[in-house]
């Protein structure tokens, strides 16, 4: 073998490691749900001796109007969460970005929330949403406002309160970061043009920061669409159905209906979904990278 | 147009102090230029009077309104950044005429504005560009419209064009030489450039150490400067510094040091009264070095040439006489070679004369016209 043959396969060869077990890790588990999708499955049953049924676990999910309501409640939690969420961590970022004493406490603070685990996050807010003995009710009480049935009547809005609260930060500090690379210079010009401070928030800060809200509003949604734990542990998704997302369908669908196959096939429909939201999010990127380049060769193409 | 005054300006940073009380005046429309080296405190002067950076002590005024508590916005002033500050996501157009949509122009008049100033800076054809698009010339020249577009009274410059290349950067002063003589407001240029300021500044503001040094026209700094400092950051190649005692034997009485004995005529006698017997800083410029083997050695320096540095037309020539280096200028086409030794002719008048004690001119070699100076 040749140098340059060997110069050629050397990346290959160190990324084999990383692919087998990518494909182990990734794609066979991938694979073996789409696989099960297609089939009449039932926990008891080894996957090969299921039956083939085609795209039926689909159609009958697409007839579902259980699966609707799921999808419907999953649809409203997830875009409610981030479209609060960035406005409150948008806010936050441009209140506090500022140089002040303890400033740097403060945000730690602030970001917390986001470090605690969602199993005690459900279980934290589950108790202070307690009808009698949490500290919201008995507040509400103490003030004369008369109770809430937090989690019984209100049980969307109080996860969304609860999943507010956990998932604020991440676009906070995302959102501080995106500002404190902002051009300190451009800001300083703007503010000599005469900008009061809302004028430069919309005209200079947010017009800048935009790229990285984009992708984070992105992946946020992404991670909206999935989740489960918190509101796994804080209403099971009840009553009724009233907070019953689709990861949350999907897990009751797989061990309580025992419907392993129509679990996949509801899966693979939030997969799909989610691809849609990753792609938009890829090509965004790839749009700003492709502008970038434009702009930097017709700079060089510029000779005064 | 209002004149600007600055009265014990003084800025702190935490302990530092970095400018100690600064009190300056420019008159109506008169081009400024502050100079130093870095960290000299003069572009923070500028951020002040900007109002980026908050008063410590003192006050600035335009025309005799204080303004250290106002508002950027308030103070009726324009600014070039070093770095441009441009706005990224708007184009050229836009950026050009951010101030006035802000004060809500009317679209026609803000139409007219920009393209009048982007007719006067060459912009007409880039309007519809955004300042990546745009190169480093065309940027600052997109930073001196946005400027322009609006009429303040007062236009400030923050190192505006030490991002460009050299050529770039001669051909943009020669533009803003032009575009000074068109417009007719109070411009104050911070520099660390001593040439930018030289050719461009009605003013110059020398400052050292959160100090001013001396101000004044480009051409009594040049030629009377008040110390050391000014001397040797005025003038390319910089001013060289010779030790020097005053020696009498007789009759006559000579400035003699490492290498040299220059005889003395009798007014440098009579201002040097004070200082016989006692150690004097002579500086040289390397211009007034002339070339010519004929010269008397009491009129003239020998130098052996150490360097050679070909710059064109000129060449600078690093020598040393006796153990203290010399720099002069000498015509390319002179036949010389390194290691040999050369006679420089002096003139006494072209002399500048220091106390090596304190670093200053020594009174009567400084200010006989200057009415500028300290």
Redo the contacts between chains.
């Keep these: 073998m040749n140098y340059s043959t060997i110069n050629r396969i050397t990346p290959y060869i160190f990324l084999a490691p990383a692919v087998i077990i990518m494909l182990i890790a990734l794609l066979y588990p991938l694979g073996y749900m789409i696989y099960g999708s297609f089939r009449d499955w039932d926990p008891s049953q080894a996957i090969g001796e299921s039956t083939f049924i085609g795209l039926g676990n689909y159609i009958s999910l697409w007839n579902d109007p259980n699966f609707h309501e799921s999808l419907t409640v999953t649809l409203k939690f997830a875009i409610t969460v981030v479209f609060i969420e960035m406005i409150v961590g948008v806010g936050l970022a441009l209140l506090l970005d500022r140089n002040l004493r303890g400033m740097s406490l403060l945000r730690t603070m602030f970001i917390l929330p986001m470090m605690i685990a969602p199993v005690v996050v459900g279980l934290i807010w589950r108790y202070m949403y307690h009808p009698s003995i949490g500290i919201f009710n008995q507040t509400l009480e103490k003030i004369g406002l008369g109770s809430v049935d937090w989690l019984g009547q209100h049980a969307l809005m109080s996860v969304i309160i609860a999943d507010i609260w956990q998932w604020t930060p991440f676009i906070f500090i995302l959102s501080l970061a995106a500002l404190q690379s902002l051009?300190r210079?451009?800001l300083?010009?703007?503010?000599?043009?005469?900008?009061?401070g809302w004028?430069q928030i919309i005209?200079?800060k947010l017009?800048?920061m935009?790229p990285v809200l984009i992708v984070t509003c992105l992946l946020r949604l992404i991670d909206a669409f999935k989740v489960l734990e918190v509101i796994l542990v804080m209403t099971e998704g009840g009553p009724g159905l009233s907070t019953e997302i689709l990861a949350l369908r999907i897990s009751r669908t797989a061990t309580e209906f025992r419907e392993l196959g129509v679990a996949a096939a509801m899966s693979n429909y939030l997969l799909m979904l989610l691809l849609i939201l990753t792609i938009i999010m890829l090509a965004y990127n790839k749009i700003q990278e492709l502008q970038?380049v434009r702009?930097?060769m017709?700079?060089e193409k510029?000779?005064? | 147009m209002p004149k600007i005054r600055l009265d014990g300006l003084s800025k702190r940073f935490g302990d530092t102090e970095v400018l100690h009380g600064i009190d300056l005046e420019m008159e109506d429309a008169e081009f400024t230029v502050l100079v130093g080296p870095s960290g000299c405190g003069k572009s923070t002067t500028l951020r002040m009077i900007?109002?980026?950076e908050t008063v410590s002590a003192g006050e600035i005024y335009i025309d005799e309104r204080p303004i250290s508590r106002l508002?950027?916005?308030d103070r009726d002033?324009?600014?070039v950044?070093?770095?441009?500050?441009?706005?990224?996501?708007m184009n050229v157009a836009k950026n050009m005429s951010?101030?006035l949509r802000?004060?809500k122009r009317p679209r026609k008049e803000i139409d007219q504005k920009v393209h009048e100033v982007a007719e006067m800076l060459g912009l007409t054809n880039y309007l519809h560009?955004?300042p990546?698009?745009?190169?480093?010339?065309?940027r600052q020249r997109v930073a001196m419209g946005?400027a322009l577009t609006?009429d303040s009274s007062t236009f400030l410059f923050d190192e505006p064009l030490s991002n460009l290349d050299a050529k770039?950067r001669t051909?943009m002063r020669a533009e803003l030489a032009l575009m000074r003589q068109r417009v007719h407001k109070n411009m104050i240029y911070v520099t660390h450039d001593q040439i930018e300021a030289m050719t461009l500044a009605d003013r110059i503001v020398v400052m050292h150490d959160g100090h001013i040094q001396q101000e004044g026209t480009p051409e009594a700094l040049f030629k009377q400067p008040i110390n050391k400092f000014v001397a040797g950051f005025l003038g390319t190649p910089p001013m060289n510094f010779l030790d020097a005692t005053i020696e009498s034997d007789g009759d006559s009485t000579r400035l003699s040091g490492d290498g040299f004995s220059l005889c003395c005529d009798q007014a440098t006698l009579d201002i040097l009264a004070d200082y016989s017997s006692r150690k004097i800083c002579l500086g040289i410029r390397p211009s007034d070095l002339i070339y010519d083997p004929q010269a008397a050695a009491d009129t003239a320096l020998t130098l052996q040439v150490d360097i050679a540095e070909y710059i064109g037309a000129q060449s600078v020539l690093i020598c040393h006489c006796g153990h203290q280096k010399v720099m002069v200028e000498l015509k390319s086409d002179t036949p010389i070679s390194l290691g040999e030794k050369l006679t420089f002719r002096l003139a006494l008048e072209d002399l500048h004369l220091f106390n090596p004690a304190n670093d200053h001119a020594i009174p009567g070699f400084v200010a006989v016209e200057s009415t500028d100076s300290q």
């Design positions: 051009p210079s451009a300083e010009a703007a503010r000599i043009d005469g900008a009061s004028q005209y200079i017009p800048l935009m970038a702009l930097r017709a700079a510029e000779v005064d | 900007a109002g980026l508002e950027p916005k002033l324009a600014m950044f070093q770095d441009y500050a441009l706005y990224p996501h951010f101030a802000l004060q560009r955004k990546a698009e745009l190169s480093g010339g065309q946005r609006r770039l051909q």
